[in-house]
């Protein structure tokens, strides 16, 4: 097969497998916190083998990597104990997109992080994402579990937006698989004495499930992700990366029998209409990052 299409096929799958993740917040008996501290600990491990086998190392290049390493792991932490979160109070169709308002997120923080500015689009795309998330809030009170659930994953969404722009600027140096285990890393040391003795006490079938997604849904797209970077365009990668909440919402039908409603289906749509319009805008704006 053409290592384009391969490619293109592997990327599909690694963002399949991350949609999967969401399942697990429903599956999984236990809490967000321990289902994140249990996925990083088996993430650390797989990711960690991983580097070692394929001849990488451990060494940050500076002192100050040390610190950005921390900061990335930690917002991390908090990004993933939130995502879990979010599904466990609403539903993984709400938590899926509520999270994925991240891209525009995205966009209107980097002004601060970039020299670029704001333009109208941005704006414009901000508000489709506002009309749509409210289309989805059943109620504007805090006593609702879904929209504590979707207010949880929008705090999600920025804290993916924030970690994502400070690995760009300060640590994109370093390879994907090997980025990811520091952060990982971070994640266990950061949440280890905040874990219940339900993770410790967890019976065989809940490990299994733990390690299924520390390693089939966790560390193996990453693994992906790196490799189809090698033939993909950056824009392409960004594009299929879109298709994940549509994704993690088909299988919340077809495993869970969720039933989303059609408030939540056309919140979704203009969600994902606006992340994949900044996402092509975006490398419109810089075509350097599309090489």
């Not at 891209?103 to 489709?128: G, H, N």
Request: proline letters at 4%; one cysteine or more.
């Amino acid at each position: 097969m053409d290592p384009v299409k391969k490619s293109l096929w592997s990327l599909h799958l690694a963002v399949i497998l991350l949609g999967a993740t969401a399942l697990f917040s429903r599956i999984i008996p236990l809490s967000a916190l321990d289902i994140t501290l249990g996925r990083a600990v088996i993430a650390f491990v797989v990711l960690a083998l991983l580097v070692k086998l394929t001849g990488g190392n451990f060494r940050l290049h500076r002192r100050r990597d040390v610190f950005v390493a921390l900061l990335l792991g930690l917002l991390m932490a908090v990004h993933w104990v939130t995502y879990f979160a979010a599904m466990q109070y609403s539903s993984v169709s709400v938590g899926m997109i509520a999270l994925f308002t991240f891209p525009v997120i995205t966009v209107l923080l980097e002004p601060f992080f970039e020299k670029i500015r704001l333009v109208w689009q941005d704006v414009a795309s901000a508000l489709v994402v506002l009309a749509g998330i409210a289309l989805i809030v059943p109620e504007p009170s805090l006593g609702n579990d879904v929209t504590l659930g979707i207010l949880v994953g929008v705090f999600s969404a920025l804290l993916y937006a924030l970690r994502n722009l400070i690995h760009r600027k300060y640590f994109s140096h370093y390879g994907g698989a090997q980025a990811m285990t520091y952060q990982t890393l971070v994640i266990v040391l950061c949440l280890a004495a905040f874990g219940s003795p339900a993770l410790l006490e967890a019976n065989t079938h809940t490990l299994g499930l733990l390690l299924v997604l520390g390693t089939i849904c966790t560390a193996a797209p990453h693994a992906l992700v790196a490799y189809t970077l090698i033939h993909l365009r950056a824009k392409t990668f960004s594009l299929v990366a879109c298709m994940q909440p549509l994704y993690g919402v088909l299988l919340a039908v077809l495993v869970l029998g969720e039933q989303p409603t059609w408030q939540t289906l056309v919140g979704g749509l203009l969600v994902i209409c606006a992340a994949m319009y900044e996402t092509v805008n975006a490398h419109k704006l810089h075509p350097k990052a599309d090489q």
